[in-house]
């Protein structure tokens, strides 16, 4: 078969599926049959060669047989012999992840076939797949739900594990048993079996090791390690008997720890298993396992079978959790589970790194040790958790050597000789066993192990126990005395003393030890007793033995004397032998024991001989005189009795031993003076032999005899101090103690020297040793504190709490917290808990000022502090330190702007106007109006005009008032910020106010209303004063008709007239506004009211009528219109007939008047509370009823009026009738509300139907298409209120809406009126502001423009016939159904800034289509921005050092001094922009007299200058736009200091003539007392101080000074003298009798000790002799003693004296022995030839000058010594002679390290003797 060319093997999949071919790129291409809608996905890319066509792939390879040589690999030998290519690159994976395959090809060469494979394959993506991913073979079934299987879709299941083809896709049709193979092979990369790591690849099963690699045979072992030996996990088998009962219903069987492997269970009986799981992280679970089933428990798959009898549970792991197996008590019977698993090893070895080396120079080694490691929490471990796994092989430690560069000089001198012989490896050192803690019976002993290092000198120190890691540690505990402690053994009874009656019976009793040898040791008290009493049957004759007969020899003597031996203890003792036999055989001789002074070693349980001296109390005789009887034969029987007196009776006996003298006992010390004592003895004057001293009469004994001896000073020597407490209690602590070396020159004075340590010969003892080695009970350790998480304002510290053990050998044993009982220390704590200074917070700088060329980029900084409790507060910018200008503002560069000369475009300046009428009714101080209406005012009323500009400058703006140019006086106030106050409205402030902003002008007419609601005319020069005399002199009717008269819609002039300009622009209105002030169709409060105010402004004085002044309550302050309004009806009544213009004209008045009014009432309505909202609305009482045209005013009729009050009154309601159109004849149609009228051609009439019901009867009035209808001869009203249009023409088509309107309410209803069907839209053309309602609804065609968070409806009524479809669209783009409501509304819930935009309905039906649109804007009320940075950037920018503050809704405060400068900021968002007008003290800004300010940045910014008292205050800012209002307010407080002459101070004095009072002055602020610095440049106020209490003193005792003492030390006297004075109010002292103070006082004392302290002086022995330290050529150092004593020679502690100067105790001297200097010997020869080890030695001692022998080398310490060896021979070595290289090739032999390479090369010789 053709094979495929390499370049196009990753650019095509060629596969055949369902008959289909399709094409595959790589990159994810989707390809299959379009009918069938097969998708492969991505990972499916490798190439079936079995698949693709002979003839495709040979023309494939044909057309591609050349290739570039550069992308293939080199060819090797082989490939080229054997006529193959090289192998191509290999092919991207067939999987993305799970484990897939990637293939290389190559190519043959030759014309003729080679051998081997031209393809091979290995493995890719061996990365777990995530779980959503899914199964791959079932992937590739799901490929083939979208095609037909036998004419129908299934949705297919892989079938997976098929033992005859497993590399085939057979597939199972989901909820059948149809089982279909789909493909005959997998894609390559598919797992042939579920449980396996084998792969299909070209259709056949591959095997795949644990490697992932093909072809491998390494499998996982039990642990689950790829091709491991099984030493990381343990087999943990076992069986578990249930021991479960009514109280006891659960037990544990097993803890199966986190990532144990190859759980099996099973429980035979009628109990039940459970789990309990606890993950690392300590979260814990529970599973019930109540049905079999395979669940997941914590991540672990657990398989649970349930069977009646038993129940088996299996888990594969590895477990992701610790799982606690347990078991439920559910039967009688008890129940067996078993159990086994490979549970991992957790706690292993682990190699450390190299420690440091052991020398820092001249050549060292390293080692590496092993630590346990805690594989679950990475830690590191005591090593006993390692120890307790058999498996567990500690590794061997590794050695090097390191720092092998010779040391500057060195200690000691070098032999010539091995390394390891001088330089020997640190050793493990043990001190001796302590005592055995029991004499018996077992006990054990322990000692001190510690790691030592011997250095040249043989000094031998202790190292880091690390260094000796390489052999084991010795034992630190052992038992000992293992042996049974001794035991008492009772002998045999003798028999009994008497042969008949009563007697006596003995036995001898031992203490056996274990070696069955008679031993002292046993307790006296457990001893059994050696004599009792026994009776001999046969009775006796002799009355005499009543009583017992005591033992004859020699029972009695062996008892008596077993009994009197005295036991060896560890306590020395003494111990006599047994008596000798007597010297004689007849009379009386003498018997000799030993006494030993002996102790019981515990340890070898042996007996050792101490001296006498070494056992306390007396020493028992070792000598004893003894009788044998007479001897001439007779023997007498020896009663107890007579044998007490036996020694008495024996008459000159003491003669014969007598007391002598005999030499002296050794010296007691030998040296430094000691004694010695005559000793005394006791002699047979016959024999001279010594005797016992019992022989001797005591009486007579020669009294004790001492004398000196060995009075040479002694020789230096080591004085120890007792030992220190211990520093631990357990744990092994340290003991110190002192050790010095001293001198004692004599005993008798106690004059002892201290000396160097190296003077005294003997080693050193030790000063430390170890103590309480035993284990600590567990305790919490806590660790450091760490550092605080804040430097200040409040932070908090944590530190590291952990239960630990201090173990026996020093170490410390981690355990879990509940083995600490303790309540745990806390871990966690506040601190720094006090302010942070105050510091600059800034924020990000903004984007540059330009979007091309140089800008600005400016940033905000607020001045914060830290307080304590951790609160940011912010404060005055005072308190930070000054923050300059560049940290504020910056320039910035960007790209140069492109084509310079164009200007840029700039929009205009622009107005916002309010197109609105004002009418005022009542009396009110001020107004406040909008540039762009019309307002008709009473007088007296101040008016505030608003010119609200956009993208101009306020200050900017201009005034005019009729075309002549406006400045302020003192009637008019002119605003720099765009206002215009008019202070008291008079008759020549009517006329027009014109507001410029550039080219942008706005107009706004004033109009006055005089008496009788009549308007003023103006006295301006369009008429002469007479003219406008007579007008306001003239009757209403007059009036009325001069009105009509100025405007040509109300008068009967000719169209020219109409056609004609105005006179007067700002007159437009009067007609409409004069008919509406005379409407007598007002309701009747409203026209009472009037009168009311009428009359109060004719008469103030009067009262004013109560029921009227109710009747101002329903009345609106100013009534307000919109202009578009006014304006239709003066458009209506022009296109109106000359003869109907006047009653028509009427109608629209008495109809504006009702919509005014009404609006007035809803809007009082919402004001009142619901209490008064229940009040019946106010009827229109008939009097006051006027023209009969109008409907409005037909509903006033007097009997509808007095049934009026008696019907409940009811909002208008429009009846509808729904009913198809009827059409009286072809001509004709008539119809009711709610239809649609299609006119045909036909068509000569229609009349619309209007009903209403309401009370009051409402009135009714037609629109068509939101336009009030313009009546004619064509559109007639009839009297029903129907409308008939007559001969209907296209300009009639529309929605024709019939409103129903009474004072409280109105309804409208609509009908469409359509031309030919076509479609219609119901439009409205007004502008809807909300900014409270939750809801609005508008027609299409009007503007809406809402705050966020509205519901917002815009209705789309269509009509049409047939009925037009209703679409929705959003800027051109179509809106989805979700958003529609029925009959084509449009709902827009919860607006935001993304709903903003051009809303259009299109209504379409067969005969055409219409749009329509509406605009939606959102508005945002003014409101507080979040992020003030911009507004502060701008204030720092504005005045970088003058100070500021920001208003808030709250208010804010900024305290200055007088005279300071300071800017106030108003934080504003919203949309459309807001005004921003200024305040202070509630006026505007402008009004405000002797007040110096600007205002900048479009209002955000107020400047006020040169601060006082006066311009201290409130300043509030008004923001307003069309969405409402905010007001934000801060106070400036002005601060100034003074002084303040206060109360007076108290008096100096109580009496006498000194008594002043100083009046007291105080330097405040805001009568607040402050520092008087802050006061220094003010005028300090005079003052002068005031006498006061001058008056005579009472009598008391003065005193004089104490005189000096009389002794300077040792205790002296001083005195004084005392006397009773009066002080008069003159100042004159006089003395007085002394009994007049002791009345009042207690007399003082007169004479006092004084310098009770000792008189003491240093003193100071005479100069030591010169042999201290050398300290240079013949100098050494000599010392003597200098101590603090008193005068009479008592020794004190040295601070007594230590306020006198100390006499020095050393100097130098001269001496012989310091003439001494270091002599060096000649190089030795170099221990190397070559090589980098090579090293020679030379001998460096130091000699006496004089006799040239050498010295202890410190007595040349003050010169430096000379080096004593050096390298040498550093060359690199020719030829390679075997010899070690290194000092430590015996450790390398002994650490069997000779194998590795780099110790081989170093120790040849040593190991090539191995």
Not at 830 to 845: F, G, H, Q, R, Y
Not at 903 to 916: D, F, G, L, Q, V
Request: proline share 7%; aromatic share 6%.
């Amino acid at each position: 078969m053709a094979r495929l060319a390499a370049p196009w093997r990753t650019r095509l999949l060629v596969r055949i599926f369902g008959g289909t071919w399709c094409l595959l790129y790589v990159a994810g291409q989707v390809c299959g049959d379009q009918s069938q809608g097969a998708v492969f996905l991505r990972e499916f890319t490798l190439i079936r060669r079995e698949s693709l066509h002979e003839d495709f792939l040979s023309d494939l390879l044909n057309s591609h047989k050349t290739e570039d040589p550069s992308s293939r690999t080199a060819r090797s030998e082989e490939d080229r012999d054997g006529l193959w290519d090289a192998w191509g690159p290999w092919s991207e994976c067939s999987r993305t992840c799970g484990g897939g395959a990637s293939y290389s090809l190559r190519r043959c060469l030759s014309n003729k076939s080679c051998e081997g494979r031209n393809i091979r394959y290995r493995t890719c993506s061996n990365v777990d797949c995530p779980p959503e991913a899914g199964d791959f073979r079932a992937q590739q079934c799901s490929a083939h739900n979208d095609v037909k299987h036998h004419g129908q879709f299934y949705e297919w299941l892989p079938v997976s594990n098929d033992p005859d083809n497993p590399c085939s896709l057979k597939c199972q049709a989901k909820g059948t048993t149809l089982v279909v193979e789909l493909a005959p092979k997998v894609l390559d990369g598919t797992r042939c079996y579920t449980e396996s790591l084998d792969m299909c690849i070209s259709g056949l099963c591959q095997i795949v090791g644990c490697d992932h690699q093909l072809g491998s045979t390494m499998k996982e072992d039990n642990c689950g390690v790829c091709n491991g030996d099984g030493s990381t996990c343990r087999l943990v088998r076992g069986q578990y008997k249930s021991q479960l009962s009514a109280t006891k219903l659960d037990d544990t069987v097993v803890a199966i720890p986190y990532g144990s492997r190859h759980i099996r269970l099973v429980l035979k009986g009628p109990d039940h298993l459970y789990l309990e799981t606890k993950t690392l992280q300590g979260a814990k679970g529970e599973s019930s396992l109540s049905s079999t089933g395979t669940f997941l428990v914590d991540n672990s798959s657990v398989d649970f079978q349930k069977f009646p009898d038993k129940e088996i549970l299996r888990m594969t792991g590895p477990l992701t959790a610790d799982f606690i197996v347990k078991i439920h008590n559910s039967g009688p019977a008890d129940s067996t589970v078993q159990f086994i698993f490979y549970q991992p090893i957790i706690h292993r070895w682990r190699e450390t790194d190299f420690f440091p080396c052991s020398a820092t120079c001249g050549g060292g080694y390293q080692l590496t040790s092993a630590e346990c490691y805690d594989l679950r929490s990475n830690r590191v471990v005591a090593d006993q958790y390692c120890h307790y796994y058999p498996e567990n092989i500690k590794p061997k430690p590794k050695l090097q050597e390191c720092n092998l560069d010779p040391c500057p000089a060195s200690d000691g001198y070098k032999q010539i000789m091995p390394y390891d012989l001088y330089h020997p490896l640190p050793r493990w050192e043990a001190t001796p066993w302590t005592a055995c803690s029991s004499s018996c019976g077992g006990g054990i002993q322990s000692r001190a192990v510690s790691c030592v290092e011997e250095d040249i000198q043989g000094h031998v120190t202790s190292v880091e126990e690390w260094k000796c890691m390489y052999t084991p540690k010795m034992p630190i505990v052992q038992p000992c005395n293992i042996f049974d402690c001794p035991k008492w053994l009772a002998q045999e009874w003798s028999p009994c003393t008497v042969t008949c009656g009563q007697g006596l019976r003995y036995r001898v009793v031992l203490c056996i030890d274990h070696r069955g040898m008679h031993t002292g040791g046993c307790s006296p008290k457990t001893k059994p007793h050696i004599k009792e009493e026994c009776i001999i049957p046969t009775p006796c004759y002799k009355p005499k033995e009543k009583l017992p007969v005591e033992a004859k020899l020699p029972w009695y003597k062996q008892a008596q004397e077993l009994e009197e031996g005295a036991a060896v203890s560890e306590e020395p003792s003494f111990i006599p032998e047994a008596w000798s036999a007597c010297t004689v055989t007849c009379g009386v001789g003498t018997q000799v024991r030993m006494v030993r002074c002996q102790v019981l070693l515990s340890f070898s349980q042996s007996v050792a001989d101490l001296p006498v001296d070494e056992c306390e109390g007396p020493k028992p005789a070792s000598q004893r005189a003894c009788y044998a009887g007479p001897c001439n034969g007779e023997a007498p029987e020896l009663n107890p009795e007579e044998t007490d007196g036996l020694f008495g009776g024996l008459q000159g006996f003491d003669e014969l031993y007598d007391w002598e003298y005999e030499g002296f006992t050794k010296c007691s010390e030998s040296c430094g003076g000691g004694v010695q004592e005559a000793v005394v003895s006791c002699l047979n004057k016959q024999t001279r032999e010594p005797a016992d001293e019992n022989l001797c009469v005591t009486s007579r004994r020669p009294p004790r005899l001492l004398k000196s001896c060995s009075l040479d000073p002694c020789p230096a020597r080591w004085e120890i101090g007792k030992w220190s407490p211990c520093s631990l209690t357990c744990g092994v602590g340290l003991q110190t103690r002192d050790v010095f070396c001293s001198h004692l020159l004599s005993r008798e004075m106690n004059e002892t020297v201290i000396l160097a340590d190296e003077l005294c010969r003997q080693p050193k003892p030790s000063t430390v040793q170890a103590c309480n080695r035993f284990n600590c009970p567990p305790a919490w350790d806590p660790a450091q504190w760490q550092p605080c998480s804040r430097t200040c304002g409040g932070g908090i510290q944590k530190r590291e709490v952990l239960c630990k053990q201090r173990m026996a050998d020093g170490s410390f044993l981690e355990l879990p917290e509940t083995f600490c009982s303790a309540s745990k220390p806390a871990s966690q704590q506040a601190c720094k808990k006090d302010d942070c200074p105050s510091e600059w917070l800034l924020s990000d700088w903004t984007e540059c000022s330009t979007s091309c060329g140089e800008g600005t980029q400016t940033r905000s900084a607020i001045c914060r502090k830290v307080l304590k409790t951790g609160v940011s507060a912010i404060v005055n910018s005072s308190l930070c330190p000054p923050l300059p200008f560049s940290s504020s503002i910056r320039p910035c560069m960007l790209a140069t702007c492109a084509r310079p000369g164009r200007p840029a475009t700039k929009h205009s300046p622009h107005i916002a106007a309010a197109r609105k009428v004002y009418i005022q009714t009542r009396r009110q101080r001020k107004l406040h109006f909008v540039v762009g209406g019309f307002a008709y005012l009473l007088p007296k009323t101040a008016v505030v005009l608003r010119c609200p500009t956009r993208r101009f400058r306020k200050p900017l703006i201009t005034w005019e008032k009729d075309g002549q140019h406006l400045i302020s006086s003192a009637h008019v106030t002119v605003a720099p910020f765009g206002y215009l106050k008019i202070h008291r409205l008079k008759p020549s402030d009517a006329g027009i106010y014109t507001c410029s902003a550039g080219p942008a002008r706005e107009q706004f007419v004033i109009k006055l209303i005089g008496g009788n609601r009549k308007l003023v005319a103006r006295p301006l020069s369009l008429r002469s004063e007479e003219e406008a005399l007579a007008v306001r002199k003239a009757s209403p009717k007059e009036a009325l008709q001069t009105h009509k008269h100025q405007n040509g819609i109300f008068s009967n002039g000719s169209k020219a007239e109409k056609r004609g300009p105005a006179a007067d622009p700002g007159s437009r209105y009067d007609d409409l506004v004069s008919r509406l002030l005379e409407q007598g169709g007002w309701p009747g409060e409203l026209l009472a009211s009037w009168e009311v105010q009428d009359s109060t402004e004719r008469n103030t004085s009067s009262e004013e009528d109560q029921n009227a002044e109710q009747a101002l309550w329903h009345l609106p302050f100013t009534m307000v219109t919109e202009q578009r309004r006014l304006d239709d009806i003066l458009r209506n009544l022009s296109q109106q007939p000359e003869e109907l213009r006047d009653v028509y004209g009427k109608h629209l008045v008495a109809q504006l008047a009702q919509e005014i009014f009404r609006t007035h009432l809803e809007h009082q309505d919402a004001l009142l509370k619901p209490s008064e909202r229940r009040l019946p609305p106010v009827a229109i009482p008939p009097h006051k009823h006027v023209s009969g045209f109008s409907s409005s005013l037909r509903t006033s009729s007097a009997g509808e009026a007095g049934g009026g009050s008696r019907r409940p009154h009811r909002k208008p309601t429009i009846l509808r009738k729904i009913s198809a159109a009827q059409q009286l004849s072809a001509s004709e149609v008539v119809t009711h509300l709610g239809q649609t009228v299609a006119l045909a051609s036909g068509t000569l009439s229609v009349l619309l139907h209007c009903e209403a019901v309401g009370n009051p009867r409402p009135t009714i009035s037609w629109a068509r298409n939101g336009e009030e209808v313009q009546f004619s001869d064509r559109i007639l009203l009839q009297p029903d209120d129907s409308l008939q249009i007559l001969a209907p023409v296209e300009a009639d088509v529309g929605f024709y809406t019939c409103n129903a309107t009474n004072a409280l309410g109105y309804d409208s209803v609509s009908i469409a009126v359509t031309l030919a069907g076509k479609p219609l839209v119901k439009t409205s053309r007004v502008t809807v502001i909300n900014t409270e309602e939750p809801a609005i609804t508008a027609d299409v065609g009007s503007t809406i423009k809402t705050v966020q968070g509205v519901n917002v409806t815009i209705n789309c009524q269509v009509a049409g016939v047939p009925e037009a479809e209703v679409t929705w669209f959003r800027n051109k783009s179509k809106l989805g159904s979700p958003h529609h409501l029925h009959e084509g509304s449009l709902l827009l819930t919860d607006v935001s800034s993304s709903d903003q935009g051009l809303y259009s309905c299109r209504a379409a039906n067969v005969h055409g289509e219409l749009t329509e649109n509406t605009q939606l804007l959102i508005l945002d009320p003014p409101r507080v921005p979040t992020q003030l940075e911009d507004i502060r950037a701008l204030l720092s920018a504005t005045g970088p050092n003058l100070p500021s503050v920001l208003t808030s809704p709250l208010g804010a405060q900024l305290v200055l001094d007088p005279g300071n400068s300071a800017l106030l900021g108003c934080p504003i968002k919203g949309h459309p922009t807001p005004n921003i007008t200024w305040f202070h003290g509630g006026q505007p800004i402008a009004t405000v007299p002797g007040l110096t300010h600007h205002i900048l940045a479009a209002g955000q910014i107020l400047q006020v200058a040169n601060l006082s008292g006066g311009s201290q205050g409130e300043f509030s800012c008004l923001a307003q736009n069309e969405a409402g209002m905010l007001v934000q307010k801060a106070s400036l407080v002005i601060q100034d200091y003074w002084w303040s002459v206060d109360r007076l101070a108290t008096c100096s004095a109580s009496c006498g003539n000194r008594g002043v009072q100083q009046p007291r002055l105080r330097c405040l602020l805001n009568s607040t007392e402050v520092n008087p610095t802050h006061c220094a440049g003010k005028v300090r106020p005079a003052v002068q101080p005031i006498a006061c209490n001058r008056r005579d003193c009472p009598s008391r005792w003065m005193v004089t000074s104490w005189s000096a003492c009389t002794r300077s030390c040792g205790g002296g006297v001083q005195t004084r003298r005392v006397t009773c004075q009066k002080l008069k109010a003159s100042g004159i002292s006089t003395p007085v009798s002394n009994d007049m103070c002791t009345q009042l006082a207690k007399r003082p004392v007169d004479t006092q000790a004084c310098n009770q302290q000792l008189c003491v002086e240093w003193a100071f022995s005479s100069w030591g002799q010169c042999n201290g330290p050398c300290i240079g050529p013949h100098l050494a150092v000599q010392h003597r003693q200098v101590f603090c004593q008193t005068r009479d020679g008592i020794t004190l502690p040295s601070e007594q004296c230590s306020t006198l100067p100390r006499p020095v105790s050393t100097q130098n001297c001269w001496s012989e022995a310091c003439s001494v200097h270091w002599r060096v010997s000649l190089w030795t020869l170099c221990t190397a030839t070559c090589g980098n080890y090579g090293f020679q030695s030379r001998r460096v001692e130091c000699v006496h000058a004089r006799t040239n022998k050498a010295v202890p080398e410190h007595l040349c310490s003050w010169g430096p010594r000379p080096a004593n060896w050096q390298r040498c021979n550093i060359t690199p070595c020719e030829n390679m002679e075997c010899r070690d290289t290194t000092r430590y090739c015996e450790k390398v032999k002994q650490l069997k390290l000779c194998q590795l390479s780099q110790f081989k090369s170093r120790c040849c010789g040593t190991c090539g003797k191995a």
